[in-house]
């Protein structure tokens, strides 16, 4: 259950077999470039190994990186560096270099790279689509990315990048900015270059 405005949830009281866990996540969502919270839901996953946490968060790296990991780990990557890959294939995919992000400890709403990082791949992958075509998107990439770690579907990336270079950044940073669900807004901006 949701508790506020962030996003932030609890789950309290829970027994699991296993330190790995599977959240998933269904609901509305504020869209960065409208401004508007969505008028459908969306549904977002992560794999998390909770042996040494009591914190995650569920974002759309963890989201896109989801199928890659299970994928690794099919093939006989252990969990940790499965993760580490899959974060490290998502972020490639959009021309993004990071230093070690975890990505259920990254968040929109916090500063530092990272979380620029992530802020910009969650504008990017947006756009100017409807939830139902954004779905449809994350499934897409995800799909592609889980068999060899590359996101090869050169039409969607045109799409983004014709997109992008026409997208008001000032316009999307007030939107966010207005929220004030954060200290700031990450510097999301570079990223785009």
Known sequence: KISNDRGEFSVKDISLISQFALLETEGFYRNEVTGDVSK??????????LSEREKANINLLTHLEYERVIKLIEDGMDFAK????????V???????VDNATAE?????????????????SILM???LTEGKLSD??????SDIEK????????????IADWASTADLAEIRSNIRSWELGEDVPAFEKFFK
């Open 40 to 49: 459908s839901q969306i549904t977002l996953n992560a794999l998390v190994d």
């Open 82 to 89: 499965a993760k580490e890959k899959a974060e490290a294939e």
């Open 91 to 97: 972020f490639e995919a959009f021309g993004i270099k």
């Open 105 to 121: 400890d990254l968040n929109i709403f916090a500063t530092g790279d990272d979380n620029a990082a992530l802020l910009a791949i």
């Open 126 to 128: 947006q756009g100017d």
């Open 137 to 142: 998107r994350f499934a897409g990439f995800a």
């Open 148 to 159: 060899d770690g590359s996101w090869e579907d050169e039409a969607t990336k045109t799409d």
